[in-house]
């Protein structure tokens, strides 16, 4: 079992930075696949960012590519996404999510633990 709770969200201009972290509980973050997904208002729920379970695997969407991080602390069971140049369609809710096992992906069905997610609004 993994729980997991997000914080860092905020409101920001255009071009402002934000750093989302997601605090997870559970004997079993060491070794799952951690991901980041955004819904914004009205759309389906996309894939941001995802990290293998020894941090030394990375994937990004290609519309953050760039522009997000996404790390890992395993002694401290907490997963980052650092968000620069944040633009106005970066604008909606970011979940983190977990899958136990190895591997990593971007699809929402491979994850199994979900937060209850983040609002992140840009300003234009």
């Known amino acids: 079992q993994v729980q997991l709770v997000e914080s860092g969200g905020g409101l920001v201009q255009a071009g402002g930075s934000l750093r989302l972290s997601c605090a997870a509980s559970g004997r079993s973050f060491s070794s799952s696949m951690m991901g980041w997904f955004r819904q914004a208002p009205g759309k389906d729920r996309e894939f941001v960012a995802a990290?293998?379970?020894?941090?030394?695997?990375?994937r990004y969407a290609d519309f953050v590519k760039g522009r997000f991080t996404i790390s890992r602390d395993n002694a401290k069971n907490t997963v980052s996404l650092q968000m620069n140049s944040l633009k106005p369609e970066d604008t909606a809710v970011y979940f983190c999510a977990a899958a136990l096992g190895v591997g990593i992906s971007p699809l929402s069905t491979a994850y199994r633990y979900w937060g209850q997610g983040t609002q992140v609004t840009v300003s234009s």
């Open positions: 990290i293998a379970w020894s941090g030394g695997s990375t």
